[in-house]
């Protein structure tokens, strides 16, 4: 069966530090990984997407990935109360379109 | 860019009803749309991917007699929930991508079927 893990959280870092989010998966065959933010009630916002093996930043976010690991990380910087959300990575095999769905990290930026 | 509509944002309605949800792409052409449904505290759980023109794939579990999936453009697909009762009441929530594109979401659709 085909996985993406996250640890459920919830993840507390106060306000300016950098939070770390953490996936892993289980099919090698994906190819590209998406990070999408979920306020409570709402749905979910694409946040970044990676296919290449190391970083990609956009703003206060960076992407990681490394496929030998089967790891991909979002790192916020500066983190903001406005950050507290449920983070889902997801991942999609270069064949499929559809997304395989992580359960989710809720991330809490306190004051 | 990459904005999808989804209509209604709440549907409140009697036991029996069936309910018809919107999904557009506003400002690219969704060659793929998705349907979602996310039960509270729950991950979202695909229940079907559409590709416009085709018939819909659903996932294992899913009843495609009871929620119709029309893609009928590169820009609108709709779900009807037929003869909806309370245990369909749920957060419905479409997705559409470009082609070779990440999926984009809709805000979602909250059901309460009573």
């Known amino acids: 069966q085909k996985e993406v893990e996250q640890n459920s959280g919830p993840l507390s870092v106060p306000e300016g530090a950098i939070a770390s989010l953490n996936c892993t998966y289980s099919d090698r065959g994906s190819q590209s990984f998406f990070w999408y933010r979920q306020y409570s009630g709402k749905s979910p916002e694409l946040i970044m997407f990676i296919y290449s093996n190391g970083d990609k930043e956009d703003g206060r976010f960076t992407a990681q990935l490394n496929k030998a690991s089967q790891y991909v990380s979002l790192l916020i910087r500066d983190s903001q109360p406005s950050d507290s959300a449920t983070y889902l990575c997801?991942?999609?095999?270069?064949?499929?379109?559809?997304?395989?769905f992580g359960t989710g990290t809720r991330l809490q930026v306190t004051l | 860019g990459a904005v999808v509509s989804q209509h209604p944002s709440r549907v409140i309605c009697k036991s029996g009803t069936s309910v018809k949800i919107e999904c557009r792409s506003l400002?690219?052409?969704?060659?793929?749309m998705f349907w979602y449904r996310q039960f509270p505290k729950q991950s979202l759980m695909l229940m079907a991917t559409?590709?416009?023109?085709?018939?819909?794939?659903?996932e294992q579990g899913v009843e495609k007699d009871k929620f119709l999936i029309n893609h009928a453009s590169l820009t609108l697909s709709t779900l009807t929930v037929t003869s909806a009762h309370p245990e369909d009441s749920s957060f419905y929530i479409c997705?559409?991508?470009?082609?070779?594109?990440?999926?984009?979401f809709g805000d979602g659709t909250r059901l309460s079927i009573l």
């Open positions: 997705s559409a991508r470009a082609t070779d594109g990440p999926q984009h």
């Open positions: 559409s590709n416009e023109g085709s018939k819909a794939t659903y």
């Open positions: 400002d690219f052409q969704a060659t793929t």
């Open positions: 997801a991942g999609q095999s270069g064949t499929a379109s559809k997304l395989t």
